[in-house]
């Protein structure tokens, strides 16, 4: 009597796009679990909003407050997200040894990398969502027909904060990645054009300001979400500060201490 042979089966190894989506919801559940984080990214903005709705100052110029503190807000937000959190994750996953273990796993560096980018879009749409639903409930009243240009800002936004976020955390230790990426969304969120627009600004710092990522991402949410225009201007300074960030990343980026 013949045996057959036992037949073994071996499961075919996870797609790259799994493995990055994978990496994307570990990442998104670790930056909602951490409180310090989520502050930044959600409680500020919020209370943020709250105050410039219930207050006069700053002074938003002229159109209804609550329609020109929205925008600004969620420009915040992103920042937040894009480059403070992820700035100060990413240090620490480095001086960790994180980084270095993952790279050389089956999710690669580029896929691990991918899977943070991902992370951030994910905790971004619940951010945004909750931010809109509180200026929503506070009488703001978008422009629908910015919608198109409005998701295109938040996309540039993010790729050029998260790049820059990479570049201080490959560069520098976790310690100073933390104190750094920390002050860096305070003078922006004063001095940058992010909630404030930059128009109200004396001219010479308006230029100045108007060049900078912060300035662009608020300026083109603006625009955007109050007359349903597309600030091409804004946008450029974004792609170009993002083509910067990124070849920089790229160029000093460091896997391990």
């Avoid at 860096?184 to 108007?210: D, F, K």
Wanted: hydrophobic letters at 60%; one cysteine or more; a positive charge.
């Amino acid at each position: 009597m013949t045996i057959d042979p036992v037949q073994v089966t071996h499961p075919r190894p996870a797609s790259i796009s799994a493995r990055v989506m994978a990496q994307a919801r570990f990442e998104a559940a670790t930056l909602l679990r951490n409180g310090e984080q989520l502050i930044v990214s959600l409680v500020l903005p919020a209370l943020a909003l709250l105050a410039m709705a219930f207050t006069q100052s700053p002074d938003l110029g002229t159109g209804r407050r609550i329609d020109v503190a929205v925008p600004g807000v969620l420009a915040l937000a992103i920042l937040s997200t894009a480059f403070t959190g992820q700035a100060i994750s990413t240090g620490f996953d480095r001086r960790y040894g994180v980084l270095r273990l993952l790279g050389v796993s089956p999710l690669g560096r580029s896929g691990l990398l991918a899977g943070k980018a991902g992370a951030v879009l994910l905790v971004e749409v619940i951010q945004l969502g909750a931010l809109a639903a509180l200026g929503l409930a506070l009488g703001w009243r978008p422009v629908t027909s910015g919608l198109a240009p409005t998701i295109l800002f938040w996309l540039l936004g993010t790729w050029v904060f998260v790049a820059l976020a990479l570049v201080l955390a490959g560069w520098l230790r976790a310690e100073a990645v933390l104190a750094l990426a920390n002050l860096i969304w305070v003078l922006l969120l004063g001095l940058g054009g992010v909630v404030l627009p930059r128009h109200l600004m004396p001219e010479q710092v308006a230029a100045i300001v108007g060049a900078l990522p912060s300035a662009a991402l608020g300026d083109g949410l603006r625009a955007a979400l109050l007359t349903g225009r597309f600030d091409a201007y804004a946008a450029l300074v974004l792609f170009g500060w993002g083509l910067g960030a990124t070849a920089l990343c790229l160029r000093i980026f460091r896997w391990s201490d």
